[in-house]
């Protein structure tokens, strides 16, 4: 059968891709390797009674128009909040901030009143800088090497933008996209905890520390979900982030669209330089006018097709594209609440983020370790516990427990991940009793997942969580490559359109919704 489009893997961008196709009459199949959609926002029972959101669990940037164009409150989707983070320190003391601005000042006053001042300055300056970015987030990059008035009136657009921004915050955009994320909070604050727990969001996906150049712009990115309308800051979404994934896959096939799992793709049909369809791994051969990759450039063109069907220097700017995983997930089944040293009890801190990020210097010595070879003996941990605002994903009176871990490095000096998986777990629960001795005692199950099993098991090259890491020189013109951030490829008729694009990962939707739209207006850019 001859598809109008076929869309290679059913992660939350490939189906947001296929949504819109299908909504334009398009007919569109869906091919998806696991059994399973929603790539790295699936939820799974992964033990009895105990649902997980095993790789991605929090939701922010989710675009608000895929929401309303795709309809997917109506297609179950709910976004229930998370209320702050918590930091709990080795001093005995904590910095919990919450959604409530006047407690999170009181908070924070009581550790410096200087930064409680600043904290208000330092939220409208990251809002604006994240106005001037938001309408970047749906726009197919320009070609800076082009001489088409489109392409010009693109950079003319940003340029007007930029010219409007009050001074300082010209300068803020310039140093969030060149300094260290410290740094850059050194500007504002002086309380250690409050810069490290902030600096943290900054390294999140990538194989730098918080004193690494660039990675005060991945603050940015993770900040821009907070002015988005209702969902100003981070949630969870019921039912776990594969509710999201189902959500979408549900509005995709009320527009028409097939999906099958169980579908890997093996190679992408080239004739002529034009794509034509895909042969699955059990050899199935599926004709389609428009090939969509939503999996990483590396499969897409170093797995799937010829090198000889490429131009030389796509195929070296593709193997130059950086991966270097450098996160990991422990998911704990537990039979009771973790009760924190410095805050017992379960009070409402134990349901927003829990983050062991106590010092600038701890989450730096983290890094250092991962830069030889080795996983974090005392990790980053970014933790949630959804059974606590949605009780549907464990039994009664049991929880889960997600932590977000960094850093596990991809590439390891000594032994291989299969090997050193349950070493990691335990670095892990060890760091947890630090802060919360019961955490022993209440484990049911552990599920470590390493940026091996990312990549064996979802396909993402050296386990990097973002198809790619987000550093400022493979964002938004040069993602993936440059000279091809517009989601065509130098195949005819084959796009990308996974996270690997602009403008780039988390629960966003926007690369799949940018590439179908342009897909769907070829000659409007
Ligand atoms: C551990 C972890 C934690 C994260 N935490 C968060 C978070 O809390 N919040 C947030 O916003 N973001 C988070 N992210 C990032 C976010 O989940 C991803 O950026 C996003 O889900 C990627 O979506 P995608 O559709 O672009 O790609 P993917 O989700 O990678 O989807 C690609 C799909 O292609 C499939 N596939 C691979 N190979 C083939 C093949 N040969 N044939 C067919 N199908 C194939 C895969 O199985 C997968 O389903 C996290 C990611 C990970 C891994």
């Known amino acids: 059968m001859n598809y109008d489009a076929v869309v290679i893997g059913a992660g939350h961008n490939g189906l947001?891709?296929?949504?819109?196709?299908?909504?334009?009459?398009?007919?569109?199949?869906?091919?998806?390797?696991?059994?399973?959609?929603?790539?790295?926002?699936?939820?799974?029972?992964?033990?009895?009674?105990?649902?997980?959101?095993?790789?991605?669990?929090?939701?922010?940037?989710?675009?608000?128009?895929?929401?309303?164009?795709?309809?997917?409150?109506?297609?179950?989707?709910?976004?229930?909040?998370?209320?702050?983070?918590?930091?709990?320190?080795?001093?005995?003391?904590?910095?919990?901030r919450v959604n409530d601005h006047a407690k999170t000042r009181r908070e924070i006053a009581r550790h410096?009143?200087?930064?409680?001042?600043?904290?208000?300055?330092?939220?409208?300056?990251?809002?604006?800088?994240?106005r001037f970015v938001k309408p970047i987030l749906n726009m197919t990059p320009p070609?800076?090497?082009?001489?088409?008035?489109?392409?010009?009136?693109?950079?003319?657009?940003?340029?007007?933008?930029?010219?409007?921004?009050?001074?300082?915050?010209?300068?803020?955009?310039?140093?969030?996209?060149?300094?260290?994320?410290?740094?850059?909070?050194?500007?504002?604050?002086?309380?250690?905890?409050?810069?490290?727990?902030?600096?943290?969001?900054?390294?999140?996906?990538?194989?730098?520390?918080?004193?690494?150049?660039?990675?005060?712009?991945?603050?940015?990115?993770?900040?821009?979900?907070?002015?988005?309308?209702?969902?100003?800051s981070w949630g969870f979404a019921r039912g776990g982030t594969g509710a999201i994934s189902n959500a979408i896959a549900d509005a995709a096939r009320e527009a028409g669209v097939e999906i099958r799992t169980l579908a890997g793709v093996a190679r992408i049909e080239v004739n002529g330089g034009r794509a034509t369809g895909v042969v699955l791994d059990n050899g199935d051969q599926v004709m389609a006018d428009v090939v969509l990759s939503s999996v990483d450039p590396n499969q897409t063109f170093l797995r799937f097709i010829d090198d000889q069907e490429l131009p030389d220097d796509f195929v070296e700017d593709v193997r130059r594209y950086k991966f270097r995983g450098s996160s990991a997930k422990v998911n704990l089944a537990l039979d009771a609440l973790p009760h924190f040293t410095c805050l017992p009890g379960e009070?409402?801190?134990?349901?927003?983020?829990?983050?062991?990020?106590?010092?600038?210097?701890?989450?730096?010595?983290?890094?250092?370790?991962?830069?030889?070879?080795?996983?974090?003996?005392?990790?980053?941990?970014?933790?949630?516990?959804?059974?606590?605002?949605?009780?549907?994903?464990?039994?009664p009176g049991k929880h889960v427990l997600s932590c977000f871990v960094q850093y596990a490095p991809y590439t390891l000096t000594s032994g291989t991940w299969d090997e050193q998986r349950e070493a990691l777990g335990d670095a892990v629960i060890d760091t947890i009793a630090g802060y919360a001795p019961n955490i022993r005692e209440i484990i049911l199950h552990r599920q470590v997942v390493t940026p091996l099993d990312l990549e064996r098991e979802w396909g993402l090259t050296e386990g990097n969580i973002f198809q790619g890491e987000l550093t400022p020189e493979q964002l938004f013109f040069a993602r993936p490559v440059p000279g091809w951030a517009q989601y065509a490829t130098p195949i005819r008729n084959l796009w990308m359109c996974g996270s690997a694009t602009h403008p780039g990962g988390g629960i966003m939707g926007a690369p799949g919704r940018n590439a179908a739209l342009r897909i769907l207006n070829r000659n409007r850019g």
């Open 16 to 96: 947001t891709a296929a949504a819109y196709l299908g909504k334009a009459g398009r007919k569109v199949l869906v091919l998806e390797r696991r059994h399973v959609v929603g790539g790295a926002a699936v939820t799974e029972e992964v033990f009895p009674g105990f649902k997980f959101s095993v790789c991605s669990y929090v939701v922010s940037l989710l675009r608000p128009e895929i929401i309303r164009e795709l309809d997917l409150p109506r297609h179950g989707l709910e976004i229930l909040p998370l209320d702050g983070t918590f930091t709990p320190m080795p001093n005995g003391d904590y910095l919990w």
């Open 112 to 130: 410096s009143k200087l930064d409680a001042e600043a904290y208000d300055e330092y939220g409208k300056a990251m809002v604006e800088m994240a």
């Open 143 to 232: 070609d800076p090497l082009s001489s088409n008035p489109r392409e010009l009136a693109k950079f003319w657009f940003l340029l007007r933008r930029f010219s409007r921004l009050a001074d300082d915050d010209r300068y803020n955009q310039l140093q969030l996209m060149t300094m260290s994320a410290v740094d850059f909070l050194d500007q504002w604050f002086e309380t250690d905890v409050l810069k490290a727990t902030m600096a943290a969001s900054g390294i999140i996906g990538t194989f730098l520390g918080i004193r690494s150049p660039g990675t005060a712009y991945v603050l940015l990115h993770h900040y821009m979900g907070e002015i988005d309308g209702a969902f100003r």
């Open 347 to 395: 009070g409402p801190h134990l349901r927003g983020a829990l983050s062991i990020s106590p010092s600038v210097d701890y989450m730096e010595r983290a890094y250092d370790q991962a830069k030889y070879g080795e996983f974090s003996r005392r990790p980053y941990i970014d933790m949630v516990i959804p059974s606590l605002t949605d009780p549907s994903v464990a039994p």
